[in-house]
T-cell receptor, first 114, second 118 residues
Framework: DTGVSQDPRHKITKRGQNVTFRCDPI?????LYWYRQTLGQGPEFLTY????????KSRLLSDRFSAERPKGSFSTLEIQRTEQGDSAMYLC????????????FGPGTRLTVT | GENVEQHPSTLSVQEGDSAVIKCTYS??????FPWYKQELGKRPQLIID?????GEKKDQRIAVTLNKTAKHFSLHITETQPEDSAVYFC?????????????????FGTGTQLKVEL
């Protein structure tokens, strides 16, 4: 499968614990995005990378959230001191920086905070 | 920032009928408007998109229209089939290098649950 992959697909954690998600973009894509989707809503933008540089962050991204893309390939999203309100589907997408800029989404990581 | 509104939230049609979903956006600088289809438990998948220099685009049974003046765009599905049943999201984005004012985030609508009944 040459599409965007995410790991894990599901994560259940207790409130207050830290979690980390991984996203592997399509190999030639230099742009990578993180979105959050709650039930019945469209995806909400969290942050975006151009290669290894984090160029844009949403106000939704509190200081408990941190994202990295150290080598410009895979990315990690860490949530510290999780809260019940963090329960959502976390989607990763990737795109080229030219042409149609079409974003291809991964299958998502569903986080449940108990 | 950009705000995208989408209507209706649910839409039920008979197989073979047409379905229309409408979206409005607020940022006049937005110039790219994709539509995504999301089946239950699956990732959003792009089905069609349109740039602001085009008023209409068609791909088989799917078409999108854009009215820049009114800041609204619509998805049209003709000859609907049961496999068209899904949630459809519109989105808006400003293309271009970030240093010249172009962002890259997609702002999504709240989705339309389309159900095609036999």
């Amino acid at each position: 499968d040459t599409g965007v992959s995410q790991d894990p697909r599901h994560k259940i954690t207790k409130r207050g614990q830290n979690v980390t998600f991984r996203c592997d973009p399509i190999s030639e894509h230099n742009r990578l995005y993180w979105y959050r989707q709650t039930l019945g809503q469209g995806p909400e933008f969290l942050t975006y990378f151009q290669n290894e540089a984090q160029l844009e962050k949403s106000r939704l991204l509190s200081d408990r959230f941190s994202a990295e893309r150290p080598k410009g390939s895979f990315s990690t999203l860490e949530i510290q001191r999780t809260e019940q309100g963090d329960s959502a589907m976390y989607l990763c997408a990737s795109s080229l920086d030219r042409g149609t800029y079409e974003q291809y989404f991964g299958p998502g990581t569903r986080l449940t905070v108990t | 920032g950009e705000n995208v509104e989408q209507h209706p939230s649910t839409l039920s049609v008979q197989e073979g009928d047409s379905a229309v979903i409408k979206c409005t956006y607020s940022d006049s600088a937005s110039n790219y408007f994709p539509w995504y289809k999301q089946e239950l438990g699956k990732r959003p998948q792009l089905i069609i998109d349109i740039r602001s220099n085009v008023g209409e685009k068609k791909d088989q049974r799917i078409a999108v229209t854009l009215n820049k003046t009114a800041k609204h765009f619509s998805l049209h599905i003709t000859e609907t089939q049961p496999e068209d049943s899904a949630v459809y999201f519109c989105a808006a984005r400003t293309l271009g290098p970030i240093l010249t004012g172009g962002g890259n985030k997609l702002t999504f609508g709240t989705g339309t649950q389309l159900k095609v009944e036999l």
